[in-house]
């Protein structure tokens, strides 16, 4: 009895690969491949929008066919109890629905691609790896978030992919989240304007495009337990209003929703985040899937809003089909969730261009990838300008730490990107997770920049030892670090093991000592004003090591801005309030209990309030009147830049904002000019906000005009009882500067009065 599930699961292979062998027309059904035209097929016709093509293949559709489409497949798509051939067309990704091929209408092959593409061994044995998504918001650079969308997008479709489950866009409440290098920082319209364009540079390559987590998934800890408690104002003007502008930006063909409960209901049934707000409000016409494991119920879920579970059929498959035909599941509710997945798929391209498996263009995609880190790292300190370094002066090198003679870290978990095939370097820490390291050498890249000096290298283990070849070199480099993953959040945002003790003698034992970090998240730097250069490069990718070596020569100016605030102490974080339920405590093993339970066996949940409510990074440091170590917004460059010429115009409420920037150096180089509002008193807000940006390239002694329109929107609250954004009356200051505590120009406007047209005033003599 105990081997008859696997002599089946036998059976049903050798079965498939004889019809393999046989018969290349069924096989060839069975991939998906479109087989008929725009007579048989009339919605195959891509003249008729995406909705009326739904509508037409949902009308010839049985009942099982739509239930189908509304659940995975398991995982990788290879659940050898079905009868469906899934091994012969999933594609080996984390998630496949099974498609229609009498209809015409593929399958969808789902993989993670939040920083790369991660892929299964099936579909080659590479893909790009990127700067983390923190990283690309640090750039500040619209165009740069759409041409990483857009890498990925032909790197999904070379592996055979047609639909990305990248696009995480939640807010860092709390720096130490594991997954804050899959986000995008603090802010709202930072985070969703970078999220919307990298979606839609994916979505114009022909693949449905996802953003997730749908909402409030702010930490890993207890995340599939959680149950955040927060106010509907605060809700909407900061985790909301980033998800809102990403949709704007892309009209994403997806939202995953989240494993956490928001107000006593989960994000998988909660009518209010699904129908309420995404459908009514928002307009959304793509489906919502869940995230893998996700879904909480049957009828209360496809009521909410829910679409699609992933990865497996728990309760949207025998079991929606059966509230289906009682009547439990309205039927003209059942046909909208397949008319909304069938909709993405049209309007997504993925019909009318199907994928194709082909070789990834490695040179190129690297080149972009490097570009795109060197945009990224942030220059946080230059005293003396130490930076950048002049290879015809340099004797000695020292090059310190963090495994810097063979590799850069990267982030891991669902986002997890493989390094090339055979240089795939793991260093164990802490036991049963691994930390992937890519294969590039900031040692090798020195080198390359520095050919006629001596360059040496330390590991950085006994901080006394690197000291001592500190001592005997022109200038030390030292690299630091700290591994992030999704499952886990960082204890402290202090670097782990002996780095800081490391830096500190080092840094006493050589006056040109330079840190490089590569982080995923804000690091504590007690050592920072003890070092001459500091430079934040994230998780740098493929090309980390080259970017971060033609930074520190000079070869690129560095431009990026912190997307999230450095904290000086840990202990000025916000503190929200968690509330454990009773023992017992969960299990290691949670997780994966989870993705397999059966209805009732959800452990109880612990309570998380967000007190802070609107108070998110920056904005709870300046309500509070914290200092912190480098602002939100914040990054040096190898020239200056003077604002100057403040302009703000206001008519019938709508603000545009222009100024002049000079670059009063003598390097070419990139400054963003950073617009901030601090509302009308009686809106409640004691902080100010960023409203908008503009980057501007400018050669030495160039100056240009900024000029940009501000949405009434980000100038707006959330008036709950209008269920609407309300631009309050009065007077507001707009400031313009370099960031968000560096804003040297500044104007009172008032703003929803008569007079507002000629009403803008300087304030303090500016």
Known sequence: MNLHPRARRIAILLGLLALVAVSPPLVRHALNEPAGNVHQFPWLNPALSPGVRAGLVLKKMTLDEKISLLHGTHWHGLDL??????????????GYVVGLPRLGIPGIQMTNASYGVTRNPRNGRYSTALPDDLALAATWDKRAAYAYGALLGRELRALGYNMSLGGGVNLARDPRDGRTFEFFGEDPILAG????????????????????HFAMNDQETYRHRLNVHIGERAMRETDLLAFEIGLRISHAGAVMCAYN???????????????????????????????????????????????????????????????????????????????????????????DHPPVKSPIDVGRDLKISQHLAEKSIVLLRNQHAQLPLDAAKLHTIAVIGAHADLAMISGAGSAQVDPQAGTDLHFANPPKRREVWFPTSPLQAVRAQAPHAKVEYNPGTDPAAAAALARTADVAIVFVYQWESEGMDLPTLSLPGDQNALVEQVAAANPHTIVVLETGSPALMPWASKVSAILEA?????????????????EVNPSAKLPITFPLREADLPQPTVVMPPPPQP??????ATLFRRPGTELPPVQLYYKQGL???????????????????????????????????VVDGRVSVNCTIK????RAGAEVAEVYASLSPSAGEPF???????????????????????????????????????????????????????????????????????????????
Request: aromatic content about 10%.
């Open 538 to 554: 994230w998780y740098a990718g493929n090309r980390g090591a080259e970017a971060v070596a033609n930074v520190l020569f000079g």
């Open 688 to 766: 100010r906000r960023l409203v908008g940006w503009q980057r501007v390239r400018l050669n030495p002694g160039e100056s240009k005009q900024v000029s940009l329109k501000i949405p009434a929107q980000y100038l707006s609250i959330f008036d709950v009882a209008k269920n609407a954004w309300s631009l309050v009356p009065g007077e507001y200051t707009l400031f313009v500067g370099g960031s968000s505590q560096n804003l040297p120009l500044r104007k009172r406007v008032r703003i929803g009065e008569k007079s507002e047209a000629s009403s803008a005033k300087p304030v303090g003599g500016f």
């Open 261 to 351: 409960s928001v107000n006593d209901e989960p994000s998988c049934q909660n009518k209010y985040l699904l129908t309420d707000v995404l459908r009514k409000d928002w307009k959304f016409r793509g489906f919502v899937l869940s995230d893998w494991g996700a879904a909480h119920s049957t009828v209360r879920a496809s009521a909410a809003g829910l679409d699609q579970e992933e990865p497996s059929s728990i309760f949207y498959g025998e079991a929606l089909k059966r509230a289906a035909l009682d009547g439990r599941v309205p039927m003209v509710q059942l046909d909208e969730h397949v008319r909304r997945i069938l909709r993405s798929e049209f309007a997504c391209g993925i019909v």
């Open 81 to 94: 109890d079905t009868w469906n051939l899934n091994l012969l067309h999933a594609n080996g990704g984390v």
């Open 663 to 666: 670059n009063t150096g003598n």
């Open 615 to 649: 108070l998110v990074g920056y904005k709870w440091y300046q309500a509070k009147r914290k200092p912190v170590l480098f602002a939100f917004g914040f990054g040096l460059s190898y020239t200056t830049f003077h604002f100057s010429g403040l302009r703000v115009k």
């Open 193 to 212: 304007t970078m999220a919307g364009e990298m979606v839609a540079g994916t979505q114009a390559q022909h693949v449905i495009g996802n953003i997730k």
């Open 587 to 592: 299990s290691v093993f949670a997780h994966l």
